[in-house]
């Protein structure tokens, strides 16, 4: 079985500052993890999955994630935060078969200017 | 390349009516899912296709819910009665495979309201 904790459903940044968005993992085989972005009346779109290549991972529109296996973690960051980075967040998780995703309740990000 | 297409986009019905969604997605793409997104939740697996085969639905109402995919391409998924709970936005997605490591794309969606 899989599932996936997101810490904080709301998270606010200051335009130009860190972006954390934290994300915890349980599964019982190595996992596929990634992190979707969606807007307002829009579907989901991939920021970047990690699939056992590298424990540190970089997506689109200036994301990165770093994978580790000790702390069950694929936290989602970015150095500086832009107004159009605004949406909601979800963490997910598939096994190495089958790809059936498991999604964590999301954390919707606001970015004050 | 044109994206995952549903319609309609919302939907506006009474409980116990019926109601369906259709899907069309990327040329090419063997699996095909649909999720279930409740407001404030992350989306929620119904059903699983491979091709025009059953994969995983394992967590589908079977007994007001139901979803075809003929001939392996379009989807179409129905509630029949509707219930209250069932508001929710319905998104389709597809993937090339159904390997754990291949990208899912979604559509935009189909927003049901059940009143």
């Known amino acids: 079985a899989q599932s996936v904790t997101q810490l904080g459903s709301h998270v606010s940044v200051s335009e130009g500052a860190l972006v954390l968005l934290r994300c915890n993992y349980s599964s019982s085989v190595p996992p596929y993890l990634f992190w979707y972005v969606q807007y307002p009346n829009q579907g989901l779109q991939l920021l970047l999955k990690?699939?056992?290549?590298?424990?540190l991972v970089k997506g689109i529109n200036g994301f990165e994630a770093e994978f580790k296996k000790s702390e069950t973690s694929f936290h989602l960051t970015k150095p500086s935060a832009h107004m159009s980075d605004a949406a909601e967040y979800f963490c997910?998780?598939?096994?190495?078969?089958?790809?059936?995703?498991?999604f964590g309740g999301g954390t919707r990000l606001m970015v004050k200017p | 390349e044109a994206g995952v297409a549903q319609s309609p986009r919302y939907k506006i019905i009474e409980k116990r009516q019926s109601v369906a969604f259709w899907c069309n997605p990327i040329s090419g793409h063997a699996t095909l899912y649909w999720y279930q997104q409740i407001l404030g939740q992350g989306p929620k697996l119904l059903i699983q296709f491979q091709n025009n085969g059953v994969v995983d639905d394992s967590q589908l109402p079977k007994d007001r819910f139901s979803a075809e995919r003929l001939k392996g391409v379009d989807s179409t998924l129905k509630i029949q009665p509707a219930k209250l709970e069932d508001s929710a936005v319905y998104l389709c997605?597809?993937?090339?495979?159904?390997?754990?490591?291949?990208?899912?794309?979604f559509g935009p969606g189909t927003r049901l309201t059940v009143l």
């Open positions: 990690y699939t056992s290549a590298a424990t």
């Open positions: 997910a998780v598939s096994a190495s078969a089958g790809n059936m995703l498991t």
């Open positions: 997605a597809s993937s090339f495979r159904g390997e754990g490591n291949n990208e899912q794309f």
